[in-house]
């Protein structure tokens, strides 16, 4: 065989190696492509799982903070398919209708930037039909085998129904302020532990003591009252702690900031908990000053009408 023919069967041989080789490579980037979409669909199906039993939902990020990835729970009819598709590859601050509520976009991208954990990052976000969503977001830096950082993990919670209880309740407890502050009768509230400080003044309680709600607020009757008077009034307070059986003085002496001593109709109620504690104080204060002055100028003329009487 001549040299020539030998290269062109080595020649010929090669090639038929690497279009095996080719084929080869070929089927084995074939199998892998098969095997890294069965981990995907096993990855989302476990996360889905996850989704469905915890009621969060999961979401992954790249290294510029843009979501690859969500796992959400399938009987929650608010993200549909378009919600989800629309969100993929977008960073969070830039999905429509949403607004932090703790904290600032530029903080959170901070945080992110320097590849820490996050926790309870809030934000409101109004879908396309008009409905507003809340929710408390999650999520820890990932790194790959070398160290390289790759993106973000985390949890969402929709908090909507918690935000929206506390804003019945806060309306409530405002409502409930509004009432408690426009009763015509002095009305103060008072902690039962530590020095007894102010929780509730109405105005009415701003009218009959001279003490502003500001002053008195968070503050002891120490810190409102002389030492002598402040020392009483302290001492009363605990007495009725410890006997816990509201008082009602029909007739009182109370001190006041512009107008000295009056007189006033006092209530003190101890205000329990479950447990039969006494939590707090409620007292009452009706301005009976006047009242007393007429009486007395009724007893006075009544004496002098009945001395007439009595010489005529």
Known sequence: MTPEQV??????????????????????????????????????????????????????????????????NLGDSKFNDELISNAIGKCRWELPGIVPLSGSWEAHRAVLDARQPFRGLEYLRTLPDGTSTWFSVSGVPLFDSQGRFTGYRGTARDISATRRADAALHEAFTFLNEIVDNVPIALHLKSAEGRHP????????????GVSREEAMGRSVHELWPAKDADRMYAADLALISSGIP???????????????????MRKVPVKDASGAVTHILITAEDITERRAAEARLRQSELQFRSLTELS
Not at 8 to 20: F, N, S
Not at 199 to 208: F, G
Not at 250 to 264: E, F, K, M, N, P
């Open 7 to 72: 290269l062109r069967e080595t020649h010929e041989r090669l090639k038929i190696e690497a279009l095996e080789l080719a084929r080869a490579n070929e089927a084995l980037k074939q199998e892998l492509a098969e095997q890294k979409f069965a981990l995907s669909a096993l990855k989302g199906n476990a996360l889905r799982s996850l989704a469905e039993i915890s009621g969060d939902w999961y979401w992954e990020q790249d290294a510029d903070h843009r979501f690859v990835e969500f796992a959400v």
């Open 198 to 209: 102010v929780l509730v003044w109405n105005k009415a309680a701003q009218d009959l003591y």
């Open 247 to 265: 008082e009602d003085f029909a007739d009182r002496q109370a001190v006041t900031r512009h107008r000295g001593a009056i007189h006033v109709h």
